[in-house]
């Protein structure tokens, strides 16, 4: 199995950055791809960007392309969520999941089988 623990989340002024990142424990997690989301006060989680098991492919949610950049680094058994730009709307708790999957990694939360706890990130105006 595979046991997720996001951080890095925290409170930053409209326009700042952060670096989320998600620590895995576990075996082969070079094997997963690895996922972002995001759940806002009184909305639904909503997909923000996956990676593929060897990092040759990302997506990302059309809200946040060209501001928010996935990675990862394997031997750290580590991904991360660079965000820059950030908004008020990007405010949300940012939980990161994990699925093993050769190839494209998926974009629906319910194909990830493994989740972290979450970590909140708010921006002010």
């Known amino acids: 199995q595979v046991q997720l623990v996001e951080s890095g989340g925290g409170l930053v002024q409209a326009g700042g950055s952060l670096r989320l990142s998600c620590a895995a424990s576990?075996?082969?997690?070079?094997?997963?791809?690895m996922g972002w989301f995001r759940q806002a006060p009184g909305k639904e989680r909503e997909f923000v960007a996956a990676?593929?098991?060897?990092?040759?492919?990302?997506y990302y949610a059309d809200s946040v392309k060209g501001r928010f950049t996935i990675s990862r680094d394997n031997a750290k058994n580590t991904v991360y969520l660079q965000m820059n730009s950030l908004k008020p709307e990007d405010t949300a708790i940012y939980y990161c999941?994990?699925?093993?999957?050769?190839?494209?990694?998926?974009?629906?939360?319910?194909?990830?089988?493994?989740w972290g706890q979450g970590t909140q990130v708010t921006v002010s105006s």
């Open positions: 576990g075996r082969t997690f070079s094997l997963y791809a």
């Open positions: 999941a994990a699925d093993r999957v050769f190839g494209d990694p998926p974009l629906a939360g319910v194909e990830y089988d493994y």
């Open positions: 990676i593929s098991w060897s990092g040759g492919s990302t």
